[in-house]
């Protein structure tokens, strides 16, 4: 199982990216896929997940500016990012639980200025 993130870079507050995990080795469209972060000398926090079915989930700090979904066709799963904080600066990673075994992504830096 591989997953590549990209799609992050430096944006100003207010803001948007999207960010895009290619999967490979997988059958995609079982699984339920998560993004997580981690900010600069903090803890790696779960910033949503979104099942097979397309059901979504997202932590506090990212509900109504953050929206993730998937594409089973072509195996990617998206995270869009709106009205960016300079909090929300962090290494994003997507990740996985298959067949038992987690999987992460290599991450992708997100930046955003005041």
């Known amino acids: 199982v591989q997953l590549q993130a990209s799609g992050g870079g430096l944006v100003q507050a207010g803001g948007s990216l999207r960010l895009s995990c290619a999967a490979a080795g997988m059958n995609f469209r079982i699984a339920t896929m998560e993004w997580y972060r981690r900010a600069p000398g903090e803890q790696r926090e779960l910033v949503g997940s979104i099942t097979s079915g397309g059901d979504t989930n997202y932590a506090d700090s990212v509900k109504g500016r953050f929206t993730i979904s998937r594409d089973n066709v072509y195996r990617r799963l998206y995270l869009q990012l709106n009205n960016l904080q300079p909090e929300d600066t962090a290494v994003y990673y997507c990740?996985?639980?298959?067949?038992?075994?987690?999987?992460w992504g290599q991450g992708t830096q997100v930046t955003v200025s005041s």
């Open positions: 990740y996985t639980k298959y067949a038992s075994r987690q999987y």
